[in-house]
C-alpha cells in the first residue's frame, strides 16, 4: 500500500490512520533518511492509539514507553544503539511497536513485521513524501518499487 504525503500533516495522518487499524503485539519498521519525518509519523501513529500526551522523540532513550491509548505503545529508535535492549518483553507483549532505524538490529527482529518506508522525492516539491506499507520485514535496500 503507498500513500502520497505533501506536508507534515498528511505525514501524520497517514500514521494515524494505520494506528487505528492496529493490532496488539503488532511491530511496525520504521525506515527513512534523517529529516525524512519519522517522528510526524510516530506522532500521528500515537494519536491513532488515542494517545494525547506529547510525543517525542526517543533518540537519546532509545524507548518512549505510552500507555494511555487503546494500546500501549513502545517507540523505539535504535539509531545509536550497539547491543540487545531488552526487546522480548515489547515484541512480544500486547503492546504495538515501532521501531526507527530496524536495519540496525534485523536479527533480533521476529519475521512477522510490518514495514513502513517514507521516502522524499525533491523532484515532486521539498515537502512531498513517499510513505509504503509492506507486510513482513523489508528494510532499507530490500525495498522494492
Known sequence: MVWESFCEKDTAKIGET???????????LLEGDLGVGKTVFAKGF???????????????????EYEQG?????HFDVYRIADELGYESYFFGQGVCLIEWASL???LLPAECRTIRIEKDLERGFDYRRVELV???????????
Do not use: C, N, V, W
Not at 500515537?46 to 518512549?64: K, R, V
Open 135 to 145: 507486510d513482513g520485514i523489508a528494510l532499507i535496500g530490500e525495498m522494492t518499487e
Open 46 to 64: 500515537a494519536l491513532g492509539l488515542g494517545i494525547t500526551e506529547p510525543i517525542t522523540s526517543p533518540t537519546f532513550t532509545i524507548i518512549q
Open 70 to 74: 487503546r494500546l500501549p505503545f513502545y
Open 18 to 28: 494505520l494506528a487505528r487499524e492496529a493490532k496488539p503485539g503488532e511491530i511496525y
Open 105 to 107: 538490529i534485523q536479527g
